[in-house]
């Protein structure tokens, strides 16, 4: 007789927990209604890098790969000519 699949055993495993943590998760917090927030006009920043501090990081990454990249191209070029 064949036996069940390791799918099916990991399947019912997994809606066991479902229903462990469903049972869990029926407790709830009463809902209490707050009051708008006035809202105050958006000041734009000073500067681009006060909305994205990231962005020269990333640029800096960007040249950098794309240097190496055509450095290697190069490389290749004249080695295989």
């Not at 399947?11 to 049972?23: G, P, T, V, Y």
């Not at 809902?31 to 734009?44: D, F, G, R, W």
């Not at 490389?75 to 295989?80: C, D, Q």
């Amino acid at each position: 007789m064949p036996r069940k699949s390791r799918r099916s055993k990991a399947l019912q495993i997994k809606r066991k927990k479902d229903r462990q943590l469903s049972a869990a998760v029926d407790v709830r917090l009463p809902i209490v209604p707050q009051a708008p927030k006035p809202v105050s006009p958006h000041k734009a920043p000073a500067s681009g890098e006060a909305r994205y501090p990231y962005v020269t990081a990333e640029l800096r990454r960007i040249g950098i790969l794309a240097g190496i990249m055509l450095v290697i191209l190069v490389v290749l070029a004249l080695v295989l000519a």
